[in-house]
């Protein structure tokens, strides 16, 4: 079982900025892609970013292209996502996904383990 567990949310105000982390537990010999979600009130779960294991590949939900940047530093199984230029629209749950595999995947289901989840809330 992988355990995640997400920080660094919170509230700020429009143009702001925020940098949540995920902290995976170890999983000697495997490679996997990660992956970051949100979920606002009454929504579905909707992709954000994901990567690589190696970080070289990221893809990005059209939304949140040019504001936000997901990367990772796989000595401390940690992956983040800064995210600037913050909009009331980018308020939700975010919850980091680990995959099983180091494939690139923008639909939930494809992701077996997640964290709990962090509040982002931006006001105008």
């Known amino acids: 079982q992988v355990e995640l567990v997400e920080s660094g949310g919170g509230s700020v105000h429009a143009e702001g900025s925020l940098r949540l982390s995920c902290a995976a537990s170890?999983?000697?010999?495997?490679?996997?892609?990660m992956a970051w979600f949100r979920q606002a009130p009454g929504k579905e779960r909707d992709f954000v970013a994901t990567?690589?294991?190696?970080?070289?590949?990221?893809v990005y939900a059209d939304s949140v292209k040019g504001r936000f940047t997901i990367s990772r530093d796989n000595a401390k199984n940690t992956v983040y996502l800064q995210m600037n230029n913050l909009r009331p629209e980018d308020t939700a749950v975010y919850y980091c996904?680990?995959?099983?595999?180091?494939?690139?995947?923008?639909?939930?289901?494809?992701?077996?383990?997640w964290g709990q989840g962090t509040q982002v809330t931006v006001s105008s």
């Open positions: 996904a680990c995959g099983d595999r180091d494939w690139l995947h923008t639909v939930p289901t494809e992701y077996p383990y």
């Open positions: 170890e999983r000697a010999g495997v490679k996997y892609s």
């Open positions: 990567i690589t294991w190696s970080g070289v590949t990221t």
